[in-house]
Every structure is written in structure tokens, then in C-alpha cells.
């Protein structure tokens, strides 16, 4: 185990990855901002300055894809997305997910992903719609819950971060969404050392938002493989879509948040 702990650790020396100071101080940020605040930071200044613009996804970039394809010999043993914050500004997305991975080896790994507004390109990513090749209702959802997050109203997109505690009655702030069960094991066996591009398209569920003590905000995962992926699997922790015969994009939705719903 020593061995296999000294050689992954060489991981840490890719560019992107985020010191321990830096991710706590991120999340920190997101921890203690106040409520009424969060919709700021998923907005910018458009280029002529004249209105704002909101969020369309977040993605991995080189350097992240490169580091999920590098961990593929160790294995994810805890695969986490954590909300974050990078201070604020009228002309940015402060708004920064952050990848924290543990390895079986126990090594750590966090990096956060990139922002894009919807008019800013992600290079060698296929988009996907309702309509390109018959998609299956895993397409459809993303489709449905993407486009719920376009149309949000401003003033009510701070609701879709917290939960009301069904035994306490206080309100409980997302912290983080973690992938397990039947989706991890996919990813540790078929994705990583296969991945092109990663994404992660912010959604509303909104079934969930009619219900106080749920977390509505559902973040899509998108991952368009090196290499086709011809399988389909669901199960009641995730709902994927892949696509068959030519390469696409794989969506994995039904991440667990939390709080409310937090890993023993």
C-alpha cells in the first residue's frame, strides 16, 4: 500500500490541483455567505456591460480531465462536488464547483472546474439536444432540468441551495453532492482513462423545489468518452444515457446531496 501511495501522490503535481488552504477557504466562502446572496455568484457583466448573464456549465478543462483519466489505475473511493465561492465580482462567475476525489490509496485530490457562460464554447464537446439521434428520457431530463435553470427566476434561486430539516425545522445549506453506488463503480470501470471532455450543467428539479425539504438544485453530469460506450444502466442512485454506435455524450444525474441526505 505504501508503494502504491508513493506513486499516486506524483498526481498532485498536475497543474489545477487546489492546496488544502485554498479548497477550505473556498468552501468556506460558500458556508458562510448569506442566503439572499448566492444568486449573485452564479451571474456576470455581459461584454457591452449592460446586463447579466447566468451560468450554463461548469467543465473540467485539460487539466482536470487529465487528472480524472490519471487516476484511473488507484480507483475513486469518495467522489464529491463542492459548492464553492471565489470571493465576488460583478464581471466573473464566483460561483466554483470543486472536484474533491479519495483514492482507495487515501491520497486526497481536489480542482475546481471551470465556469462558461452559454455563449462560450467548450472545445471537442458534442452537444446533445432532444432531437440529435433519438435520445432516451436521460436526455430528456437533462434537457428539461437545464432549461429550468435558464429560465429560473433571479429572486427565487437562492431557495433551490437549502432544505428545511423535517425534524428541526432549520434551514440546511448544500455543501456538497456525492457520487456512489451503481454510478461510482461505472466511473471507476469504464470512465476513467476514457474521458474527452467533463461537464457539469447546472439544473432545477422542479418536483423537488414544490418540496421544502428537498435540495432542487440538480446538477447533470456530462462526460463524452475517448472511446464509445455501448451500455445502458439504471439504478435507484442514477439515471445514465449512452449513446450507441457513435460516440456522445453520457449523462449521470441523481447525485445525493448534502445535507439533507449526508453519507454515514
Excluded at 135 to 148: D, H, L, S, Y
Excluded at 173 to 183: M, Q, T
Excluded at 209 to 222: A, E, R, V, W
Amino acid at each position: 500500500m505504501e508503494n502504491v501511495l508513493t506513486q499516486s501522490k506524483e498526481i498532485l503535481e498536475y497543474e489545477g490541483i487546489l492546496s488544502k488552504e485554498f479548497f477550505e477557504s473556498y468552501i468556506n466562502n460558500w458556508a458562510t455567505e448569506e442566503v439572499l446572496l448566492l444568486a449573485r455568484h452564479f451571474h456576470k457583466l455581459n461584454d457591452t456591460k449592460t446586463q447579466f448573464e447566468r451560468v450554463d456549465r461548469f467543465t473540467a478543462g485539460p487539466s482536470g480531465v487529465d487528472i480524472l483519466n490519471a487516476v484511473k489505475p488507484y480507483g475513486i473511493e469518495i467522489f464529491r462536488i463542492y459548492m464553492s465561492l471565489d470571493g465576488e465580482s460583478k464581471d466573473d462567475f464566483t460561483f466554483i464547483p470543486i472536484i474533491y476525489l479519495k483514492l482507495k490509496d487515501g491520497l486526497e485530490i481536489t480542482f475546481p472546474l471551470i465556469p462558461k457562460g452559454r455563449d462560450e464554447l467548450v472545445p471537442g464537446t458534442t452537444e446533445q439536444t432532444v432531437n440529435s439521434g433519438g435520445q432516451r428520457v436521460p436526455g430528456i431530463f437533462k434537457e428539461m432540468i437545464t432549461q429550468n435553470w435558464d429560465v429560473f427566476d433571479v429572486n427565487l434561486i437562492d431557495d433551490l441551495f437549502v432544505a428545511v430539516d423535517s425534524d428541526t425545522r432549520g434551514r440546511l445549506r448544500v455543501d456538497f453532492y456525492e457520487i456512489n453506488g451503481d454510478l461510482l463503480t461505472f466511473i471507476n470501470d469504464r470512465m476513467l482513462g476514457n474521458i474527452e471532455n467533463f461537464t457539469l450543467y447546472p439544473g432545477v428539479d422542479m418536483n423537488k423545489f414544490q418540496n421544502k425539504n428537498l435540495i432542487s438544485f440538480t446538477p447533470t453530469i456530462g462526460i463524452v468518452p475517448k472511446e464509445t460506450v455501448i451500455t445502458e444502466i439504471m439504478s435507484r442512485h442514477s439515471v445514465m444515457e449512452f449513446p450507441k454506435g457513435e460516440r456522445g455524450e453520457i449523462f449521470m444525474e441523481y447525485l445525493t446531496p448534502c445535507p439533507p441526505t449526508c453519507p454515514k
